[in-house]
């Protein structure tokens, strides 16, 4: 079975700083690995996704993900994060079982950026 | 531009009393549909998914079902609500390119 696990339940970074929300994948075969974001009672918002090519990929908001096969890891990255980036993060995977193009996703990052 | 919509936004019901939430998708035809429920705020359940009208697979046996009456409308449904049934329910519909967009969810509570 496909899966993802998120190993922080919250993350706290300056504003302005780097950030970098965890992620680590294991499945079989190729993994199509995605990044959402949900601010409070709010619904999921698309960030990025890696289906092939490029290790890093780049998506909304100025966020990005690397993609690293050997780690089996998908983490996310902002170069410098602002008080309007907190938010709930889920890293999710495409489940192959079953057909019907499911998504997989990991529990959540809680990210708290302050000023 | 393809747009999800999800009513009620909220909803407060007692044990015992029927539900139906609704969700549907413009600008788009024959969408994979889904439902989750999202339970304090963190893990998302998959609960029901569509391939086309009248097709739903269920995830995880409940007091919940999901129908699929026209191709771009999906409903859930239970006749009797129970406590546990309270939660953030999302709806979330797929174009072939794997990522899932997600409606602005629905607030249940059972009382």
């Known amino acids: 079975a496909q899966s993802v696990a998120q190993p922080e339940d919250q993350v706290n970074v300056a504003e302005g700083n780097p950030l970098t929300v965890k992620c680590t994948y294991s499945?079989?075969?190729?993994?199509?690995l995605f990044w959402y974001v949900q601010y409070p009672n709010r619904g999921l918002q698309f960030l990025l996704k890696?289906?092939?090519?490029?290790?890093l990929v780049k998506g909304s908001y100025g966020f990005e993900a690397e993609f690293n096969k050997s780690q089996t890891s998908f983490h996310l990255k902002k170069p410098s994060a602002l008080v309007s980036d907190s938010a709930l993060y889920f890293c999710?995977?495409?489940?192959?079982?079953?057909?019907?193009?499911?998504?997989?996703f990991g529990t959540g990052t809680q990210l708290k950026v302050e000023l | 531009s393809q747009t999800i919509h999800q009513w009620p936004a909220t909803l407060v019901q007692p044990v015992g009393s029927p539900l139906s939430l609704e969700c549907t998708v413009e600008?788009?035809?024959?969408?994979?549909l889904y439902w989750y429920r999202q339970a304090a705020g963190r893990g998302l359940q998959l609960l029901f998914y569509?391939?086309?009208?009248?097709?739903i697979s269920s995830e995880v046996p409940q007091n919940l079902s999901a129908s699929r009456p026209q191709d771009r409308q999906f409903i859930l449904s239970s006749k009797k609500l129970l406590l546990s049934d309270s939660g953030f329910y999302l709806c979330?519909?797929?174009?072939?390119?794997?990522?899932?967009?997600f409606g602005p969810g629905t607030r249940l509570t059972v009382t």
């Open positions: 979330a519909w797929s174009p072939e390119s794997y990522e899932q967009y």
């Open positions: 890696y289906i092939t090519g490029d290790n």
């Open positions: 499945v079989s075969g190729n993994p199509y």
């Open positions: 600008g788009t035809s024959n969408p994979n």
């Open positions: 569509s391939v086309g009208i009248g097709q």
């Open positions: 999710a995977v495409r489940d192959w079982a079953g057909g019907g193009n499911k998504l997989t």
